[in-house]
């Protein structure tokens, strides 16, 4: 499992969810069952639904997972289709869930699937390989307009503009087939100087990998559908990997925590003017330094918790 994948704060993230024996538990980033596997263990009387939407995953963590129990269940499809999903389960609440928003170290080094600036592959990105968008096409057939939007959004780049025009200049001449071809590109559009401080391909693979897969999109209407099925005293964790994310968690869970403005300044606020959920993690929770030493893709990762209270 080490080989393949490392789950980034997973003590953290199960701790926080506060399974019981019997709780309904979803896992919408199932990848290969890390922390599956640990919130299996702790509901022996309960359930796990997981969800993702690459294939490759299934048959390992499947089998990881049969290890412990049989009372799980894994399902094909994006995180933004789960609540579809478990009404066709008859499934209206649930007690836990979970979100990990890294790409997995198996599809990062897995040169095939092209999400590496560091490997020769295939411009893909595909987090489910059956999506008929990849980076190939976006970096050939989008506009420099949208390409320097998708680039300033999504990989908050300050060059956006200068890389977006390079690479449409050079798709004039050839097409942009290969992920080292697209960070030479790259590279001569960003300054000697910047190209030292960090990898200058790094933000712009986000960008297009964000793009791709819609992710950003469908996170907004999950984390919705996701504190609807929540019962009273059910908890959602999320672990982000970037600022953008962390941002879209951050406000969901605020908007929903918060009393709203009109009742704000009354001196006994109703009871059906409070707000249904509390926030547990004022402001996160980070990897440990050992962590970070142990696994250097844990260093950006944050975890966010929030509880049905009403």
Do not use: W
């Not at 933000?203 to 984390?223: G, H, M, P, T, W």
Request: charged letters at 30%.
């Amino acid at each position: 499992m080490k080989e393949i994948h490392k789950s980034v704060l997973l003590q953290e993230a199960v701790d926080s969810l506060s399974l019981k024996e019997d709780s309904v538990a979803v896992d919408m980033t199932l990848g290969f069952a890390g922390h599956s596997s640990e919130i299996l263990k702790r509901i022996k009387k309960g359930y796990l639904f997981a969800f993702d939407q690459d294939r490759e995953v299934f048959t390992y963590s499947r089998n990881r997972l049969s290890a412990i129990g049989d009372n799980f269940e894994l399902i094909h499809a994006n995180f933004s289709e789960a609540k579809e999903e478990l009404l066709k389960r008859n499934v209206t609440k649930v007690d836990a869930i979970l979100y990990d928003l890294g790409v997995s170290s198996y599809q990062l080094d897995n040169s095939e699937r092209g999400f590496s600036y560091n490997n020769d592959a295939t411009l893909d990105m595909r987090m489910n390989r059956e999506n008929p968008l990849t980076a190939k096409i976006v970096v050939n057939t989008y506009s420099e307009s949208e390409l320097t939007r998708i680039f300033k959004q999504y990989g908050e780049s300050k060059f956006a503009r200068n890389i977006a025009r390079n690479i449409v200049k050079k798709r004039q001449e050839k097409e942009i087939t290969s992920t080292l071809e697209l960070v030479d590109i790259i590279k001569e559009a960003v300054p000697i100087k910047e190209r030292l401080k960090k990898h200058p391909a790094k933000q712009i693979f986000q960008a297009i990998r964000i793009e791709v897969n819609k992710e950003l999109d469908v996170l907004v209407s999950s984390l919705n559908d996701s504190l609807s099925l929540l019962n009273v005293g059910g908890r959602l964790a999320v672990i982000t990997f970037h600022s953008l994310e962390d941002k879209i968690v951050k406000d969901t869970f605020r908007k929903v925590s918060e009393v709203d403005s009109l009742s704000k300044g009354l001196p006994n606020i109703p009871a059906d003017k409070l707000p249904d959920f509390k926030i547990i993690t004022k402001k996160g929770i980070v990897p440990t330094e050992v962590e970070e030493e142990e696994n250097h893709r844990a260093h950006s990762a944050r975890l966010r918790v929030i509880e049905k209270i009403k």
